[in-house]
């Protein structure tokens, strides 16, 4: 397994922010720069990723990201070198920080719209209590929109809710009023047919992404 060290993502320099808190350096803080390490594909699948993150962003290149790593020596796909676990995206004057979620939800909900266009597997705050402080994605599995996937379930019943206004539970339970709320949301975007087409998901994590993104410039 080739590993590629990577120190920057889009231009914007990699930082680990889990150093003990008394350092100063700890999580929630922009940390200090390191080097992880994945295979070069996952790399690459980054690099196009965080670049479109950037493009879509109102708030235009971010300064730092704050990650927890890449490759470990570990089963799973961290082991593969196939995966990443974002904490934090600093800007000038707008930041993420993954477990303050609760209190801005919607540009938490706008970047994992965007990261979930590159990766099939994404965790994050609602999928269990491991984590609530970062998104863990990978390349595990396809893009695509799974009725049986509980954290592809439970995002878009966040983004139905917080970026679309439209209330539903959320529970990442494919159930009748998922069903029924997501029919309304789809035909609010313009999108026709379900969300098991491909090119149907992929439109309305754009959309999700555009207007999350408004949403948290304006707050």
Known sequence: MALKVFSSLAGVPLHYDRYPEESGLGYGTRGKPFKPRATYEMVQTLEE?????????PFGKAEVITSAG????????????????????????????????????????????????????VLGYNYN?????????????????????????????????YIHGFQVGIDGVWGPETMEVSSSVL????????????????????????????????Q
């Open 187 to 218: 035909e609010s975007l313009g999108i026709k047919g379900g969300l098991s087409a491909k090119k149907n998901w992929l439109d309305f994590l754009e959309k999700s992404a555009v207007l999350g993104f408004s949403l948290a410039d304006g």
């Open 129 to 161: 209590s491991a984590h609530k402080d970062h998104f863990h994605f990978d390349m595990g599995s396809a893009v695509r929109f799974e009725k049986m996937s509980k954290s592809r379930v439970e995002y878009l019943q966040a983004a139905m809710l």
């Open 49 to 57: 990723c965080f670049s479109a993150l950037f493009q879509i962003s």
């Open 70 to 121: 890449a490759y470990v020596s570990k089963p799973g796909q961290h082991g593969k070198g196939q995966a990443f676990d974002l904490d934090g995206i600093f800007w000038e004057d707008k930041k993420l920080v993954a477990i303050e979620y609760p209190r801005n939800p919607h540009l938490y909900l706008a970047v994992e719209s965007v990261i979930r266009q590159y990766f099939g597997t």
